[in-house]
C-alpha cells in the first residue's frame, strides 16, 4: 500500500504539473498571438486568474473541511482540463478571461486537497522528506516541461497544445481517482 500511494502521489503530482505547464506558462503568449499583444490584455490575464484563485480560496475557506480529498483532487484536474481546453478553443477574449478565472478556482482546492491528503496518510517522521520530494518534482518537472513546450509553441500553435494538454488533464482526474481508489489511498 506504501509503495503504491508513493507511485500514485509522484506520478500524480509529475504528470500534473507537466499537464499545466502550456496553459500556465504559455498563455501569455497565447493571448499576445491570438487576441493582441496590448499591456491591458496581458494584465486581464494574469489578474483574471489572480481572481480565480482568489475566489477559490474564498471557496475552500467557507466550506471548511474537504471531505473526500481524493474526489477533490480528480475535480480539480478534471476541471483545469476541461477549462484548459475550452481556454485553447475560445476566440472571443472576454470568453476567455472568463474561463482564466474560472480555471484559477480550482487551484486553491486541489492544493488544499492534495496538501491534506498528504498530511493524513503519512507517518510524522517521513513527512519532512515526502514534502521535499513533492517539492523537489514540482519544481523539478515544469523547467523540464518548458524546455519541451516552449520550442513547440513556435511550431504548433499554442491553443493546440492547451487544448491536447487540457484533454489530458482530464482524462489524468479520472484515472488518479479510479487508482487512488484501487489503492485505497485516503480510506
Do not use: H
Not at 83 to 99: I, P, R
Amino acid at each position: 500500500l506504501v509503495g503504491s500511494e508513493m507511485c500514485i502521489r509522484d506520478s500524480c503530482y509529475a504528470v500534473t504539473f507537466i499537464l499545466i505547464t502550456p496553459a500556465s506558462v504559455l498563455s501569455p503568449l497565447m493571448v499576445s498571438r491570438t487576441f493582441g499583444d496590448e499591456v491591458w490584455r496581458l494584465t486581464a490575464n494574469e489578474v483574471l486568474w489572480t481572481v480565480g484563485s482568489l475566489l477559490g480560496g474564498l471557496l475552500v475557506v467557507w466550506k471548511g473541511e474537504i471531505k473526500n480529498k481524493i474526489t477533490a483532487i480528480a475535480a480539480a484536474l478534471i476541471g483545469f482540463g476541461v477549462t484548459f481546453a475550452l481556454m485553447g478553443c475560445s476566440s472571443a477574449f472576454t470568453l476567455y478571461l472568463l474561463l482564466d478565472c474560472i480555471c484559477g478556482m480550482f487551484l486553491p482546492v486541489l492544493v488544499t486537497a492534495q496538501t491534506v491528503l498528504i498530511q493524513t496518510n503519512t507517518e510524522p517522521e517521513y513527512m519532512g522528506r515526502v514534502f521535499s520530494l513533492l517539492q523537489f518534482v514540482s519544481q523539478g518537472v515544469m523547467p523540464i516541461a518548458i524546455l519541451g513546450f516552449g520550442p513547440l509553441s513556435d511550431v504548433v500553435k499554442i491553443q493546440y497544445l492547451i487544448i491536447i494538454c487540457g484533454i489530458l488533464l482530464a482524462l489524468w482526474g479520472g484515472w488518479f481517482k479510479c487508482a487512488a481508489e484501487k489503492a485505497k489511498i485516503g480510506i
